[in-house]
């Protein structure tokens, strides 16, 4: 299998991180690590951005981990969103990762909270940071050093035309009793690969190409409430749980596309009157 040159390249970038070339410490200063300060610059063009955005946004994760391709991480808003107030988008950098831009959610009034929990790569020791993004256009961080490695460049768990032909099943739930007007916590979960063009096949010893998700977009009765703009950070069969706020019976829905532009979606009624909600999916 012919290489492609940006997959030469993130394959030789992952070798170097695993050969020791850098590791970051939990001791460095997180506000002067380059690969920050040169996203920093190109995202945000001078805009300041708070380092001590406890009180808007708080980024959990663990400080060791015990899988590095698929480390739980949770982003969780300090405040309720309202058509006065919100959190617009919350953006994920894992500094070390050989692709440390892993994308961005974005939110509106109708999710209740900006919460995003998910699974993520980590192919080296760093730091990861949330920003969250308000309406008025302020930005807050929250960092964490995570010690993992090798989450980007670690071997796919079964063969690429195995995993390629079962890609793209989704399967959406909401979770609890539906109370009007009360923000609900949601699952979205599809099966895909996700591959990140690092991991060498261990039977051809080739890299297999760079195949993953990179949006899903959550609705409720036709109003977007969470949209994950992301690439191959994201873990293998890509698993996110958010808000919504239901206002009466509808159906909440998740279209997601892949780098293919194949796409995909499930569906859920969700009953306004805490009766039973009935999923539905292409076959998850």
Excluded at 48 to 65: N, Q, S, T
Excluded at 122 to 147: C, P, Q, W
Excluded at 155 to 182: F, N
Excluded at 234 to 259: H, M, W
Aim: aromatic share 10%.
């Amino acid at each position: 299998m012919v290489i492609s040159r940006r997959n030469s390249l993130i394959a030789l970038f992952a070798t170097l991180a695993l050969n020791g070339a850098y590791a970051a410490q939990p001791d460095d200063d997180p506000g002067k690590e380059a690969h920050w300060l040169d996203f920093k610059e190109g995202m945000f063009k001078g805009r300041p951005v708070d380092a001590h955005g406890d009180a808007v946004i708080k980024l959990e994760a663990p400080a060791r981990a015990a899988d590095a391709a698929v480390v739980p991480i949770s982003i969780t808003a300090q405040f309720p969103q309202t058509p006065a107030h919100f959190i617009r988008k919350i953006y994920l950098f894992i500094d070390e990762n050989p692709e440390p831009y892993a994308g961005f959610f974005e939110f509106t009034p109708e999710s209740g909270l900006a919460n995003i929990e998910t699974r993520v790569r980590v192919e080296d020791y760093t730091f990861m940071r949330a920003i969250a993004e308000t309406n008025d256009g302020h930005l807050y961080s929250a960092v964490r050093f995570i010690k993992a490695s090798g989450g980007c460049s670690a071997p796919a768990g079964k063969d690429d035309a195995a995993a390629e032909a079962s890609a793209g099943q989704v399967r959406i739930t909401a979770e609890g009793k539906t109370v009007v007007g009360q923000p609900q916590l949601a699952q979205v979960m599809v099966r895909h690969p996700n591959r990140t063009g690092m991991a060498m096949n261990q039977v051809t010893r080739n890299y297999s190409s760079a195949y993953f998700i990179r949006k899903v977009a959550v609705t409720y009765d036709g109003k977007p409430v969470m949209t994950a703009n992301v690439n191959f950070s994201i873990s293998e069969n890509p698993n996110f749980r958010f808000y919504f706020v239901p206002q009466g019976s509808g159906e909440l829905k998740a279209q997601a596309e892949d780098t293919k532009n194949k796409q995909f979606q499930g569906a859920v009624a969700v009953n306004a009157q805490g009766g039973v909600q009935r999923t539905s999916s292409n076959g998850l």
